[in-house]
């Protein structure tokens, strides 16, 4: 009996900021705005990259689907931290809810990271193999690329999931945290904990440093064959990679940070306020860098607005 009173679990307690009370309404503002702007930012990239013919290329059907995931991604997660910043004590979310939320956050997490590596490969097949960029980015290879993004987060996330929450719990453990991170959660448990912990590190570092290291040797091979060139219209090619660069700079770097770094001497908002800035602010620059350093972008916005206005 009591072995199932540690199996059962009714619920966890999400913490969220509710031990810096003075910080909660500002910040229930901010996160709602950002959330409403990286709704419409995401939306319109998704809109613009579907109507616009001058936006049917690979990169930006991989922008599309990139926006896809953040909208996913941050609907995930928003919501409930909005509830738990409007509420002065920890809210409660139950075990198959706190499970649900991050089996969507390693799916969706894990997605990103290939569709980036994807968006990477596009620049250097672009560059370095323009003659066979027709051929090596068919539609077809595009879709598998996608296809094998969101199956690599699917099979991560069932296997994340499925190690940490058949773990034993106390009964109404408090998670120190907005979201049902892996970390956290998994750091309540009353047994196990510390080989799953580093089976569960293992496979993540691995998923973050791979997908960043394949990136990193792309671009070095770009930035060899943009100095190879002669002209220097063909260096410029180089500024058609630098949104995607900060986007993964913005995305490996918060990640490597929250996830790579050492935990000893961490603190619990220090993380907080880490996992904020990856999971609400990045989702809302992502849209912001592509539409303002992309001039393809901004003709497309240009001429939806002009069709949607009406003539004096």
Request: proline share 6%.
């Amino acid at each position: 009996m009591a072995g199932e009173n540690h199996t059962t679990l009714p619920e966890f307690l999400l913490l969220g900021f509710s031990d810096h009370k003075a910080l909660q309404g500002p910040l229930f503002w901010v996160v709602l705005l950002v959330y409403l702007v990286t709704l419409l930012g995401n939306s319109l990239i998704i809109l613009l990259t579907q109507v616009s013919p001058a936006l049917h290329s690979p990169m930006y059907f991989f922008l599309r689907q990139l926006s896809v995931v953040e909208l996913f991604y941050t609907t995930n997660i928003v919501p409930r931290t909005l509830a738990n910043l409007a509420s002065p004590h920890p809210q409660a979310i139950s075990f198959q809810g706190c499970a649900a939320q991050m089996y969507v956050f390693i799916v969706l997490g894990i997605s990103e990271c290939c569709l980036l590596t994807a968006m990477a490969y596009d620049r250097y097949v672009a560059i370095c193999q323009p003659l066979h960029y027709s051929t090596l980015l068919s539609p077809r290879a595009c879709m598998a690329m996608v296809g094998t993004s969101w199956l690599t987060g699917i099979i991560t996330a069932t296997t994340h999931a499925s190690l940490i929450f058949s773990l034993p719990y106390a009964s109404h453990p408090i998670i120190p945290h907005f979201l049902c991170d892996i970390l956290p959660v998994l750091r309540l448990a009353s047994a196990g904990k510390h080989r799953s912990e580093i089976s569960v590190m293992t496979a993540t570092v691995v998923f973050i440093m791979i997908p960043f290291s394949l990136i990193v040797t792309s671009y070095i091979r770009i930035l060899g064959a943009i100095l190879a060139m002669a002209s220097t219209q063909s260096r410029r090619k180089v500024f058609t990679c630098s949104s995607h660069l900060l986007v993964v700079s913005l995305f490996f770097g918060t990640a490597s940070i929250t996830y790579i770094r050492p935990q000893a001497g961490s603190s619990v908002t220090t993380d907080r306020v880490l996992s904020l800035f990856y999971t609400v602010v990045t989702p809302m620059l992502n849209p912001i860098i592509y539409t303002l350093r992309n001039k393809d972008v901004r003709r497309a916005l240009q001429h939806l607005v002009k069709r949607q206005s009406p003539l004096p």
